[in-house]
């Protein structure tokens, strides 16, 4: 099993900035892919970033060139670096994991809060 925990997230002002982590509960063995969603009420879970095993990176167009996914595989963290936040970017933002040793597996973070209001 694996245990996905974010943290980072907060109040900020528009134009600030914010780092998300997410710490994963032990290394993962047959990764796919790492990324961050974000979800607001009412609203379906959309894709902030995504990056493979093998360094493809992907971005939502609504945070292409403010944000930025990265990872510190010795500490088995993923990040999001937030910049030039927008009052859209308020939302519950969740930490994915995709991994496929027999059939495909799904994990998912509590999420984290993040609001940007003035």
């Known amino acids: 099993q694996v245990q996905l925990v974010e943290s980072g997230g907060g109040l900020v002002q528009p134009g600030g900035s914010l780092r998300l982590s997410c710490v994963a509960s032990?290394?993962?063995?047959?990764?796919?892919?790492l990324g961050w969603y974000r979800q607001t009420p009412g609203k379906e879970r959309e894709l902030v970033a995504r990056?493979?095993?093998?360094?493809?990176?992907t971005y939502g167009d609504s945070v292409k060139g403010r944000f930025t996914i990265s990872g510190d595989n010795a500490n088995n963290t993923l990040y999001l670096q937030m910049n030039s936040l927008k009052p859209e970017d308020t939302a519950v933002y969740y930490c994915?994991?995709?991994?496929?040793?027999?059939?495909?597996?799904?994990?998912w973070g509590q999420g984290t809060q993040v609001t940007v209001s003035s």
């Open positions: 994915y994991a995709q991994i496929f040793i027999y059939s495909r597996l799904d994990y």
């Open positions: 032990r290394s993962i063995v047959s990764l796919n892919a």
């Open positions: 990056i493979t095993s093998g360094g493809t990176v």
